[in-house]
């Protein structure tokens, strides 16, 4: 019997958001900006402790929200804890945004923002970043004075690695006094640069972070939104009762109370993300100027194949073929013989022409 099942429209017409290829481990991770060395110690003792009886239970949050939110520099009702990154970003969709109603991106970025405006049903709008990946502020903010619903601006952004200075995200929020500005801050770490103490002056403004990049927790998904009490107790009636698994948390306190670990590897990435550049660079590749754990590359017509070739030989990249262009590819710093080996290999399979 053919049973016609009513999905939406929205759902039929969209692509599905493809998550990594399954059969990565053990290979040379630098294709979703992972930590891949690993989470620190801390966390490993922390899961080790969890008890039959805790996870038999479910999740409380008042505690360890207040010591995550501590470190923080925030008050426990200035943090939302959320299952994952991507979750901290679908709340907004769930709070803000309604049928035929828009929002605004910035591209190349992040696809997660376009995906769930789709669901959603949302109106896109798009201003791009130019040929050398500089933010358009001007464009920016022209759309801005359209009043859109939500603003998402990840910063640094991916996959660019382009980091808008504070004197621009002010402007950004002084025009967007009718917009919900969301700065997806999933690399800040590396950055060096968080708009966190900013919440207290802009009450539109919502930060959403990441314990799946420098803290190496991607496996746990655990993310937060941060922003003023009074702007997250709307966020928090889109939440469901217990979105945040107990390992989650303990690995997230254990991260933070380990931040000497954190902050090693976050030097460790920016010296070899810097090295690595200027080894691409020698070589004639065209590069981006990062605040991220990941490189914007450009290596030409003859990029995909070297892309394929590196696959084969187990070196996971990530072109950007369908949103750049030819040749375009976002490499994660992994450790430094991981970036040795890679700069091997291209040495070895590729040619400036």
């Not at 599905?16 to 992972?34: H, M, Q, S, V, W």
């Not at 996870?55 to 470190?71: F, G, S």
């Amino acid at each position: 019997m053919k049973t016609r099942l009513p999905v939406r429209a929205a759902i039929l017409k969209r692509k599905t958001y493809e998550a990594p290829a399954e059969g990565r481990a053990g290979k040379i991770r630098l294709d979703f900006n992972e930590n891949t060395a690993g989470c620190g110690p801390a966390v490993i003792r922390a899961l080790a402790k969890l008890s039959p009886q805790q996870l038999a239970m479910y999740p409380e949050y008042q505690k360890p929200t207040a010591r995550i939110a501590r470190h923080l520099g925030v008050h426990p009702n200035e943090l939302l804890l959320t299952n994952g990154g991507d979750d901290a970003l679908r709340v907004f969709f769930d709070t803000f945004v309604e049928p035929r109603t828009h929002i605004l991106i910035c591209e190349p970025t992040f696809p997660i923002y376009r995906y769930y405006a789709e669901i959603a049903s949302a109106r896109i709008e798009v201003c791009r970043y130019d040929l050398q990946q500089r933010f358009p502020l001007a464009e920016v903010l022209t759309a801005l004075r359209r009043k859109p619903r939500v603003f998402f601006l990840a910063n640094p952004n991916n996959p660019t690695g382009t980091l808008v200075a504070p004197a621009a995200l002010r402007r950004i929020l002084n025009v967007a006094t009718n917009t919900v500005v969301v700065f997806d801050e999933a690399y800040a770490d590396f950055s060096g640069f968080s708009a966190i103490p900013w919440i207290h002056r802009y009450p539109n403004l919502f930060i959403a972070r990441t314990f799946s990049k420098a803290a190496g927790l991607a496996a746990l998904r655990l993310g937060a939104v941060l922003a003023n009490k009074e702007s997250l107790a709307l966020v928090r009636r889109a939440m469901p009762p217990f979105p945040v698994n107990l390992a989650a948390l303990f690995g997230a306190e254990a991260a933070l109370t380990d931040r000497k670990t954190v902050r090693a590897y976050v030097r460790n990435i920016r010296r070899t993300r810097d090295s690595f550049a200027n080894g691409l660079q020698k070589l004639g590749v065209t590069t981006f100027p990062s605040a991220g754990n990941f490189l914007l590359a450009n290596f030409g017509p003859a990029g995909p194949a070297l892309f394929d070739k590196l696959e084969r030989r187990g070196i996971l990249l990530r072109p950007r073929t369908n949103d750049i262009g030819t040749g375009f590819v976002r490499i994660t710093i992994g450790t430094q013989s991981e970036m040795k080996i890679l700069l091997e290999q291209i040495r070895k399979h590729w040619s400036a022409g």
